[in-house]
């Protein structure tokens, strides 16, 4: 046994290393390991949004040592409880600006301290820095123009955390907070395989609501809160998700409820569509970026000798070779992390079962024909795990109701999910939706058109 598992691990991480190697970060390599240094550019990504400054991340960047997941956390830590500190001694009524701009901040990089943690499950830190990220988010949120609110939806067996934050919070719009209550468009946005309600106000959230519309980010199974406080994982009738949230928005006077629109982020690419196939209230689509399946985007990266094993139905062997890999400390962060976050997010400590259920997530021509509505489907040029053709196939089974857009690696932005262009993402993507909302002709492929 143990020369077979060293043989899958060899071929797996050499796989793998390979593959992270073509792989490092477009805009700089922050860390000589690449899955660190992707993390840190996404992270430093958040300051385009308010979320973190770049002087913080670099200097987290130059201290964290490559591949060490306990530096990586002792780092994020200090430089979050060292921001917590100080917003704390600000005083928050006459300096507001000040202490939100910190509670921000700290919030984000108690979920960086988070982020490398997960494949022990039992290490009480994963719940301890999200309370702390989430209290410090609700601190930064309260003190915004107008405040977002938290709310719980009933789902079919769970519930559906939600935050509604009011179209132009951020002072920069037509702010009025005596604004007379009118029907106005509205975005749903939701995050993928281990992303955070709280990340995606910074990433595109306070873009929404800087155009006028009110923005709703929330999560479900499988995803951080929900998986923390119920104990459930991913399902794969995502639409279950998404309807609870659809009838309490056409519920409210402030929401125009022919204009709802629902955007999904990285695995979100594959769940936001999964959606749209049975909730037909959705005026738009927006798969950022576009992905079939996450499955066949993970296990085309893996070497054949792990691919048959699984096909074997070998679920004891499977998951002890897969169990070794995620705690060797020689295999490629990347893998090691991927193992850890799927056993984590789909609330299991079986690879098998993971992988079982992760492959029955994914989109087919069939699902995607009962699709309605105009989606936008974004491709990263440099986005080597969605990317390899699933954007592509995605357009080609929506034919005329797609409109692909390929970001571009030579303007910085063809990283999974357009990291660090975060302007360059909603201009394109944001402005295709007002269009959509405003009755325009929409083309099918506007890589490198007006847009
Ligand atoms: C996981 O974390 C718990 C709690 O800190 C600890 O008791 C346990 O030893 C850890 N398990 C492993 C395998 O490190
Ligand atoms: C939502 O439910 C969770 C428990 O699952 C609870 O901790 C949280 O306070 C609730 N949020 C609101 C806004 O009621
Ligand atoms: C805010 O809206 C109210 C009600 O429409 C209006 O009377 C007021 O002039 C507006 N204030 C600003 C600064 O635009
Ligand atoms: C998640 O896992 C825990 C621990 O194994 C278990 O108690 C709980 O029932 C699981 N949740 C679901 C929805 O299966
Ligand atoms: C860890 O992986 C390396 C290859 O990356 C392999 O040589 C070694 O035998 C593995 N260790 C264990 C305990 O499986
Ligand atoms: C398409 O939608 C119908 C109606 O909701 C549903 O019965 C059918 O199963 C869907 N097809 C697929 C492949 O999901
Ligand atoms: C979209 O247009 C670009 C530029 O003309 C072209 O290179 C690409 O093949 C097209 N892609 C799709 C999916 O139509």
Redesign the pocket.
Known sequence: MRITNTFFVLGAAYVLGQQQEDSSSIIYQLSSDPEFAFLLEEYMSLSNGGGANTGEVLRLASQITAGDFESWYSEFKYMADSLHKKADAIDKKRFPVSARDAYFRSASYYRGADFFLHSNQSDPRIFSLWDSALADFDTATSLLPSPPF???LTGDGF?I?IMFFPAATVGHGNHNASRPQERIPTVIVGSGYDGSQEALYHSIGRAITERGWNYVSYEGPGQPTVRR??KIGFIPNWWDVVTPIVDYLESRPDVDAQKIALIGESFGGTLAPMAASREHRISAVLAIDGLMSLFKALTSQLPDALNNLFASGNSEVFDETMLGIMNNATVPTQFRWVIAQGLWSFNTTSPFEWFTRLSKIALDEEIVANITCPTFVGDGEHDTLAGSGQPQELAAALGSLATYNQFKQDLGAGEHCQIGTEAQLAQVSLDWLGDVWDGMKLPNNITGGAY
Request: no cysteine; net charge positive.
């Open positions: 938290r709310k719980n519930d955390p406080q119920q």
